[in-house]
């Protein structure tokens, strides 16, 4: 049994992260924005697995709401297993760079990137006192150097920006026993993919509970890798 965080668990493949988790019997605090809107679902998770799902308020453009919900978890738990780094936000697709509106930007590394460094703030004391501790930061092929395209520039960029963080990370915490990675999950059916997606959500987080399992290995070395735990280049 492990103990996982998931951000951005309200839909997609958070809620996806969550439901697989609990089907395998672990404990999942389930972080979204608010309690207040949008929780049926979770709800109904919550009651098939009695004792197992914390719904937990976290906003993680917001410092105050990180910190609150990591002493919420040392209470109930005392340590975290896998701290899964999922919410993300996708602005100012269609904007070209010339008509780039730049709050989208901030807006984006806000959720993006400054979401994760926060969460790794505040959590890693409990991560220290976990087995085998993972952080996955769900990233994208868009933030990779070598796929970049003239587009999405804000999510792109966040992403790059989360995928250094990764490799920053690992520099550290890898000696001392974490498994640190930023993984792509695909383009999903999602309501951030959209429904033409190919991938199917529930496959992504199948790999992502199978990697912070240690069913799934991916390549020594790597700071990005795809769903079947290979290599991405960066």
Not at 90 to 95: K, N, W
Request: net charge negative.
């Amino acid at each position: 049994m492990m103990r996982l965080i998931v951000t951005g668990a309200g839909k997609g493949l958070g809620r996806e992260i969550v439901g697989e988790a609990l089907r395998r019997g672990h404990e999942v605090a389930a972080g979204i924005r608010s309690l207040e809107t949008n929780v049926e679902a979770l709800e109904e998770l919550q009651e098939g697995a009695p004792g197992k799902l914390t719904l937990l308020e976290l906003d993680v453009d917001e410092e105050d709401s990180v910190a609150k919900a990591k002493e919420a978890m040392a209470a109930r738990w005392g340590a975290v297993d896998a701290l899964i780094n999922n919410a993300g936000i996708l602005l100012a697709r269609e904007q070209p760079i010339e008509r780039l509106e730049f709050a989208a930007v901030e807006n984006t590394f806000r959720t993006n990137l400054y979401g994760p460094m926060k969460m790794v703030k505040h959590f890693l004391p409990l991560l220290k006192a976990g087995n085998r501790p993972l952080i996955l930061n769900v990233s994208s092929e868009a933030g990779c150097l070598a796929g970049a395209y003239g587009g999405d520039y804000p999510y792109a960029l966040s992403k790059a920006a989360l995928n250094y963080f990764t490799a920053q990370l690992r520099k550290e915490l890898v000696p001392q026993g974490f498994g640190v990675y930023a993984m792509h999950p695909g383009w999903m059916r999602t309501p951030m993919g959209g429904n033409q997606a190919p991938g199917d959500p529930l496959d992504s987080a199948r790999s992502i509970l199978d990697l912070a399992e240690g069913k799934l290995e991916a390549d020594n070395g790597a700071v990005m890798i795809g769903i079947d735990g290979k290599a991405m280049p960066l």
